[in-house]
């Protein structure tokens, strides 16, 4: 039992670094709770609620570059809670066997947008060098509605929604990679706390894991939003890529 929570307080670290700088630490944390012999529901929603301490640190550690974006933060956050609520009745309404059937592609899809990143991130970049003005047009409209859609993905699974977000926020939004990256924490933030909300009331919850992986998150929010930064990127992803692997074998065996 010691070993066990010492593993998922360290998942949970690992987690809420790897959600601050990139997205994705559902890929360290969930495969860890499947490990321990945890149903897969209950583990889903256990760590949807234990990550939403690190999303709220990781957010808290990139406040500066939240300067002036307010009004940009207010508008796309009514999208994540009504995305990440639809996603949370989803999770509760839809049979258990569809999770588990649903979960592989879920993982295996987390696993893919992980390794696109870096593209996804390059096409970012580019278009910020063709327009190095910063905030010198609105964002277009599509933005809410994407912003709502990645809502709902992470309501029901979360896995890599922080990559979707960027995707979204860095095509649409005229701001640079750090700025966008701070309205991306306060996004994934509302969404599992709106989700985590409704899973406390009518959930399953395992509330040993909501703890240990909640503390080891905000732990890892604060190491993101600090030395995370200066982290190898492709360190991270290959981290996550290859814990996201072995869930994905241990669903077929």
Known sequence: MLLESAAILLAGVAAGTINTV??????ITFPTLLAFGVPPVTANVSNNIGLVPGSVSGAIGYRRELAGQRARVQRLVTGSL???????????????????????????????LVVVQPRVSRTVARRREERPVEGTRPDPWWIWPATALTGVYGGYFGAAQGVLLMGVLGIGVEESLQRLNAVKNILAATVNGVAGLLFVVVADVDWRIVALIGVGAVIGGQIGATVGRRLPPTVLRAVIVVVGLAALVSFAL
């Not at 990139?22 to 890929?27: K, P, Y």
């Not at 258990?96 to 993982?107: K, M, R």
């Open 22 to 27: 990139v997205g994705s630490g559902t890929l």
């Open 82 to 112: 009504l995305g990440g609520l639809v996603g949370a009745v989803m999770l509760l309404v839809l049979p258990e066997g569809a999770f588990e059937t649903i979960v592989p592609v879920l993982i295996g899809l987390g696993i893919v």
